[in-house]
């Protein structure tokens, strides 16, 4: 213990300013653990010399093949000796919050004394993926450190070509817009996947996301495979008292502009009284309005979700944002979460059957096609599905009679 | 015979209810509306009538355990011994009584804890692991990220931007920090620097020949030893043979630039989800504070403040006043960069006479 400090005059002009400073929590772990010193003296070179000095390996703990993400030094004297080696390993582990990432107190400060006593001391809350990060571990100590965790309660999360880690918005819990239960729908969509997310054998990775609403703060759309968001198929709920109340203190222009003008399908209009006239048929369900006017607009009774696949940022060929499978789904009962329950396996078995190495579900989409994407999940297609019909006319049509009749046996059936 | 090892419990995500606060708990699916009656405190209303005030506060979001132990001290002391984290790591104190929210928001000030980061506020970068954990990092993330809050505190703290503002960093053009309002990712402006001596021991050549988005890789061999070469004149600089092969070394401390991309939205509301796009490149990675990284920031943000409308994020203020104003507004040079040529890239040019004069 107490190993002196390394000289660190870069890292020590990131400790003034007025926002919280994760140098000075670096310099209080250093005072007392060996490990932070030396960790303080290899990020002071980096940013001496603009280099990382990590590279990966394989570290684990029994029974899962991934949630640990393993760090070995690279910075070396001539003869393979660390220059800093009391961090010369630096694992982090990840571990699953519980949906909405609430804590009492006990369960944080506890995580805090198993890292303290096994690990760095350093935490994150939270990674990019939705973890817990526990950084800083050795490589022995990472069992030990798991095993008081999973005691607690809390499970490994996802790593590598497996199914990730989830995010769930605060949802149901805290939020008047929330169309459904997002904490059982995000467990219900990882927890049905715990082998292929402790057990990466995927192709890429699959990653679960679900927002309870349009305002998509889980970023769904974009960064999950699998996005799940609510929304409601009856009339948005409208309180005139308080839509009057509204352009009486903030103005009638101010309503004009900012919630009549913005609706992206004209479908709001400001009558004479100042009450609002929505017309439901053409409301996309963007929210805007719903957020200007929290107290007046809320959604729907007849609330449910939608279903999009396909959503990564850009490698290999580009960012791709999902594609919607399932324009609307009740998600109530506990027959309707059977039934999200099959089509994520379904999704999954498809993409672990059909995808390239290193190709995530966007790109597997825009290899094969939609149609052939959803006639391996069985999902019968929507024009919900496109933006717009095809411009192009290098298309066959040999069974167009075919198609056009089943169309239409399905639209008499409904 | 050795003792058996302790096997996982296999238990996933944990269910929410033993870390829920009471109020959330009761009326869980229940809630009717909701106020922010200052920035940084979201006040929600059940339909039960109960109330709930949460007090949003930025933190650095890799915490060490003292500075975690005193946001739990402050928890069970000033508020209810509950708290959530945000997706961008702010971290939410609920408190059911009204009265106990001013106390709280004093003690967090106190202890150095900026309150604010909701409604139409820039709220804290949401930000990747970099030279502390990474990999294949170009550059640091938290003391970029540290470096421009200290910049942007009083914008966090209060809510005086057109729309909410969602800022995020990348140390590679993976891009693990997603898409954002303004996005500053790394930008590699060389091909990589292969070790030949490395490459047959480390990497697996068919994927690595895979991973390029252009082709530009094919096997070969380099003094003898089976290794891979690059195509310099296809290649894009993009980095993607990094991960999968370490020997191809795509981080240059000196040629690795930032690139600042704006206008990328995640919500469905007025218009639909956007992704970014390029407004800027060649910025250094000037570590400890990256001053040039937040001169271009500045601006972006100070014309977006004086230009756009009420609820227009800074992708919508761009696509209305349309990209030669933005350039005018924001005094960033618009270079044939800025033209896209990947596939599908005409279809970002403007096909039409609608031209402002």
């Known amino acids: 213990m107490a190993k002196p400090m390394h000289d660190t005059p870069m890292l020590d002009q990131l400790e003034s300013g007025p926002w919280p400073s994760f140098v000075t929590g670096l310099k209080r772990l250093a005072n007392d653990n060996d490990m932070m010193v030396d960790l303080m003296g290899q990020l002071e070179t980096s940013y001496e010399t603009r280099k990382g000095y990590w590279k990966g390996g394989t570290v684990g703990v029994i029974g899962y093949g991934g949630g640990v993400i393993p760090r070995f030094t690279e910075l070396k004297d001539e003869n393979d000796k660390a220059l800093y080696p009391e961090a010369a390993e630096f694992h982090t582990l990840r571990i699953m919050p519980p949906p909405g990432m609430h804590y009492d107190t006990n369960t944080i400060r506890k995580f805090c004394d198993i890292w303290e006593e096994h690990g760095s001391g350093l935490i994150a809350f939270h990674g990019q993926s939705g973890d817990i990060m526990f950084q800083?571990?050795?490589?022995?100590?990472?069992?030990?450190?798991?095993?008081?965790?999973?005691?607690?309660?809390?499970?490994?999360?996802?790593?590598?070509?497996?199914?990730?880690?989830?995010?769930?918005?605060?949802?149901?819990?805290?939020?008047?817009?929330s169309c459904f239960d997002e904490g059982r729908t995000m467990r219900t969509l990882v927890n049905n996947a715990l082998d292929d997310l402790h057990r990466p054998a995927l192709p890429y990775k699959m990653k679960y996301k679900v927002s309870g609403c349009p305002n998509d703060c889980m970023n769904s759309i974009q960064r999950a495979d699998f996005a799940t968001i609510g929304t409601w198929r009856d009339d948005m709920k409208v309180d005139q008292v308080e839509v009057k109340n509204y352009v009486e203190t903030r103005g009638r222009k101010y309503i004009i502009d900012n919630v009549i003008t913005r609706c992206p399908t004209q479908a709001l209009s400001l009558n004479d009284d100042?009450?609002?006239?929505?017309?439901?048929?053409?409301?996309?369900?963007?929210?805007?309005?719903?957020?200007?006017?929290?107290?007046?607009?809320?959604?729907?009774?007849?609330?449910?979700?939608s279903i999009l696949i396909g959503g990564k940022r850009t490698l290999k060929i580009g960012d791709l944002m999902g594609t919607v499978i399932v324009p609307f789904h009740k998600l109530e009962t506990d027959e309707d979460f059977e039934w999200l329950e099959e089509l994520a396996t379904e999704v999954l078995d498809f993409f672990a059957e059909n995808a390239l190495e290193h190709e995530r579900t966007g790109e597997m989409i825009e290899r094969i096609g939609l149609t052939n994407f959803l006639e391996g999940i069985g999902i019968e297609i929507d024009p919900n599905m496109i933006e717009r019909?095809?411009?192009?006319?290098?298309?066959r049509t040999d069974d167009w009679d075919e198609e056009a009749a089943k169309w239409n046996e399905r639209q008499a059936a409904q | 015979m050795a003792e058996a090892p302790r096997m996982p419990d296999e238990t996933g995500v944990p269910e929410m209810d033993a870390y829920l606060h009471p109020v959330l708990k009761k009326n869980y699916g229940d809630w009717k509306w909701h106020d922010r009656p200052r920035p940084g405190v979201l006040h929600h209303v059940a339909n039960s009538g109960d109330e709930i005030?949460?007090?949003?506060?930025?933190?650095?979001?890799?915490?060490?355990?003292?500075?975690?132990?005193?946001?739990?001290?402050?928890?069970?002391?000033?508020?209810?011994?509950?708290?959530?984290?945000?997706?961008?790591?702010?971290?939410?104190?609920?408190?059911?009584?009204?009265?106990?929210?001013q106390p709280l928001i004093d003690k967090l000030n106190a202890e150095g804890f900026p309150i604010g980061g909701t409604g139409n506020s820039v709220s804290m970068i949401s930000h990747t692991q970099g030279w502390l954990h990474c990999d294949i990092p170009g550059t640091d993330a938290s003391g970029a990220v540290k470096a421009l809050m200290d910049e942007l505190y009083d914008e966090?703290?209060?809510?005086?931007?057109?729309?909410?503002?969602?800022?995020?960093?990348?140390?590679?053009?993976?891009?693990?920090?997603?898409?954002?309002?303004?996005?500053?990712?790394?930008?590699?402006?060389?091909?990589?620097?292969?070790?030949?001596?490395?490459?047959?021991?480390?990497?697996?050549?068919?994927?690595?020949?895979?991973?390029?988005?252009?082709?530009?890789?094919?096997?070969?061999?380099?003094?003898?030893?089976?290794?891979?070469?690059?195509?310099?004149?296809?290649?894009?600089?993009?980095?993607?043979?990094?991960?999968?092969?370490?020997?191809?070394?795509?981080?240059?401390?000196?040629?690795?630039?930032?690139?600042?991309?704006?206008g990328g939205k995640n919500s469905n509301a007025r218009s639909k989800p956007t992704f970014h796009k390029l407004v800027a490149a060649g910025v250094p990675n000037n570590p400890p504070r990256w001053p040039e990284v937040s001169d271009v920031v500045k601006k972006i943000l100070a014309a977006y403040k004086e230009d756009a409308k009420d609820w227009e994020r800074i992708g919508e203020w761009a696509e209305r006043i349309g990209w030669p104003r933005f350039f005018e507004k924001t005094g960033l040079p618009f270079t044939k960069y800025h033209i896209d040529n990947w596939r599908g890239g005409r279809a970002n040019l403007n096909a039409s006479a609608h031209i402002r004069f």
Request: a negative charge; one cysteine or more.
């Open chain 1, 136 to 177: 800083g571990c050795t490589t022995d100590k990472v069992q030990p450190a798991f095993d008081e965790l999973n005691e607690m309660g809390f499970d490994m999360g996802g790593a590598g070509p497996a199914v990730r880690t989830g995010m769930s918005c605060v949802g149901a819990a805290r939020c008047e817009q």
């Open chain 1, 274 to 305: 100042d009450t609002l006239d929505v017309d439901n048929k053409n409301c996309v369900r963007c929210m805007h309005c719903i957020n200007v006017m929290t107290k007046a607009l809320s959604p729907g009774d007849d609330k449910g979700v």
């Open chain 1, 389 to 395: 019909p095809r411009m192009n006319p290098y298309v």
């Open chain 2, 53 to 101: 005030w949460t007090v949003r506060a930025g933190t650095q979001r890799q915490m060490d355990v003292y500075t975690i132990r005193k946001l739990m001290d402050i928890a069970d002391e000033f508020a209810e011994g509950y708290v959530r984290f945000t997706i961008r790591s702010n971290i939410e104190y609920m408190v059911s009584e009204e009265s106990k929210v």
């Open chain 2, 156 to 262: 966090f703290t209060k809510e005086e931007m057109p729309n909410r503002v969602r800022i995020t960093t990348s140390c590679c053009q993976i891009n693990c920090g997603g898409q954002g309002d303004i996005a500053i990712n790394i930008q590699h402006t060389k091909p990589p620097k292969i070790d030949h001596d490395q490459v047959a021991n480390v990497c697996e050549r068919p994927s690595v020949v895979a991973r390029c988005p252009v082709a530009a890789i094919r096997p070969a061999v380099v003094n003898g030893k089976p290794s891979l070469e690059v195509d310099e004149k296809k290649c894009i600089c993009c980095g993607a043979c990094f991960p999968p092969c370490p020997p191809m070394q795509i981080n240059d401390p000196e040629h690795s630039k930032f690139a600042i991309w704006v």
